[in-house]
């Protein structure tokens, strides 16, 4: 029930297949069992340059212009019609991307699924990035499951662990590294680090340095500087600095 369509591709061709809706896909010369050879035309058109897309909806609207895409996994870059060098694998990793200047890398099941365009976006984990929606989150980085799953716009933004981040809907130039580190901050300008480190307290405090499992975890102010774990600096301020294991424990002046 496979129609051929266009000319061979290395070892792969493209082909309509009749149980699909005429769906075109890439399939190995390999996997092939039967054919009917309709008509040749280039591979370059309408389906772009040096495409791989593999798995149910993989690609489906490639178009004239795309380049040096790979997907990988049901309905991943299933919108992509002239968007260049992305990678998306797994389920819907990617799937609402249609144009934007391209190299994203999304691995994992959700992954950067409700992103429409993009620009050299990284999110790699279950739902990790799964929230950004415009290009307006230049350069942003998500590893681990669901890091940075809420963040929809904002440029310069790091999460690097379980949940890490999963606060920022809005907000720039922040960096969270740990499990649930920065979970429940909204605000900008802030480096959290360490397991939990301000995973409670106000969640628009802003340009914040927090190092530790479990710092700053239930700080109120700005531009402070909290460095040990435990509960150091746990309620701080605004303007503090606390160094040291359980340093500034109860402390919540400025």
């Known amino acids: 029930n496979q129609t051929y369509a266009p000319a061979a591709l290395a070892d792969e061709v493209l082909i309509s297949d009749i149980s699909d809706n005429n769906n075109i896909k890439r399939t190995k010369v390999s996997d092939i069992t039967s054919l009917v050879v309709v008509e040749e ?26 380049n040096k895409n790979t997907f990988y996994g049901k309905d991943a870059g299933l919108a992509v019609t002239t968007s ?24 994992g099941k959700g ?8 620009t050299s976006l990284t999110a790699i984990g279950t739902s990790a ?25 904002c440029a310069q933004v ?11 809907i809005a907000s720039g130039n922040n960096t969270a590294v740990g499990y649930s580190a920065a979970i429940a901050n909204t605000g900008s300008g802030n480096v959290a680090i360490g397991d939990a480190t301000m995973a409670n307290g106000t969640a628009t405090r ?11 975890n239930f700080g109120t ?21 606390y160094v040291g294991y359980t340093s500034g424990a109860n402390s919540t002046g400025a």
């Open 221 to 241: 102010g700005n531009t402070s500087v909290v460095v040990g774990g435990s509960t150091c600096g746990r309620q701080h301020g605004t303007d503090c600095t």
């Open 206 to 216: 802003s340009n914040n340095v927090v190092i530790g499992s479990g710092a700053g």
């Open 129 to 153: 990035m799964a929230g950004v929606t415009t290009a307006g989150a230049l350069g942003a980085t998500a590893v681990g499951v669901s890091a940075l799953s809420t963040l929809t716009s």
């Open 158 to 168: 790091t999460g690097i662990g379980y949940f890490a981040g999963a606060g920022w």
């Open 84 to 107: 260049d060098d992305n990678t998306f694998i797994g389920w819907s990793a990617g799937k609402a991307i249609s144009t934007g200047a391209g190299q994203n890398t999304f691995v």
């Open 41 to 66: 035309f280039s591979v370059d058109s309408p389906y772009g340059t040096d495409n791989v897309a593999a798995g149910s909806g993989a690609g489906d609207a490639l178009a004239a212009g795309a």
């Open 111 to 118: 992954a950067g699924t409700a992103a429409t365009s993009g």
